[in-house]
């Protein structure tokens, strides 16, 4: 963009603002410092969905923090009244940040600063609250890298409007989450390893057979009631008839054969039934806790969009 003159400004400003000469000054002021800065007239939508076209500087400003420095991406509004009345001010974090909400910054990017709400003309300027962002934007920063993870593969509903998934909801490719290509509709799954090794008993790992097979078979493993390494063998086991699908291939033999089985082989079974169960509800946490995640991101998004 071309140098800006006090000609320019004026020109642009004249047509909407009231006190042109004192706007132009503040503006020519600050960009002549912070030369990243630029004017641009263009439509400003309020909460209530009206709008007015503002004069806006947008660009970066220059922010030290641990160290480093950091360009800050804003855009100020000026008020018709400008400077009478203060501007409202946005951080603008591009595709690679996030804003970063606390005690100066909402969810939507507004900045909240003392030197705002006690803005008075001609003690307040646009060059002086540019120095009070760099400040406290150097103690708290305002936005920040955007974290990348693997990428999960998706499977859209609608193949037609297949789209990338938003980086900031990209979750690790074993969590068990998949999304559509526009991101409506989330399905916990398992991975093809987990599906596998879950799938002969209905992602509930239980030695126990339901009522009715028990009455089939009379090879019948019980949850003891004592602890596992305590528990002894059942009382009588008479010999089976045939060996239930739901059995492991060695109970299966035992069945079969109508042999007894030992109570310590029985304890071991009790052992591993358990540390399946255990597995299992673990895996279901690790899912639950990926889709709380999920949309708690998904509503702070909705809540910036309403507002």
Known sequence: MA?????????????????????????ITVVSMYKDLKPVMDAYVFNDGSFRDFMSLRGTVPVNYSGNVYNIPVCLWLMDTHPYNPPICFVKPTSAMMIKTGKHIDANGKIYLP???????????????????????????????????????????HPSRQSPAPEHINLMADSGISTTGNGDTVKPTLSTSDQTELASDDCKPS?????????????????????????????????????????????????????????????????????????????????????????????????????
């Open 3 to 27: 140098t800006v003159t006090v000609k320019t400004l004026k020109k642009m400003l004249s047509a909407k603002y009231k006190h042109v000469s004192l706007a132009a000054h503040d503006i």
């Open 115 to 157: 030197y705002l709400h006690e803005w008075k003309h001609p003690q307040s300027d646009l060059y002086r609250l540019i120095q009070v962002m760099i400040v406290v934007f150097g103690e708290e920063p305002p936005v920040f890298s955007r974290p990348t993870t693997p990428r999960i593969l998706l499977t859209p509903e």
């Open 207 to 307: 030695l126990t057979l339901s009522a009715a097979e028990s009455s089939k078979s009379s090879c019948r493993l019980s949850a003891p009631e004592t602890h596992p390494a305590t528990a002894s063998a059942p009382e009588s086991r008479p010999a089976a008839v045939s060996a239930p699908e739901m059995l492991p291939p060695a109970l299966a033999s035992l069945c079969l054969s109508g042999t007894t089985m030992p109570a310590s082989e029985e304890s071991v079974l009790q052992r591993q039934k358990l540390q399946l169960e255990i597995e299992v509800l673990q895996r279901q946490k690790q899912v639950l806790e990926i889709q709380e995640e999920y949309y708690s991101i998904k509503l702070r998004r909705l809540l910036g969009d309403d507002a």
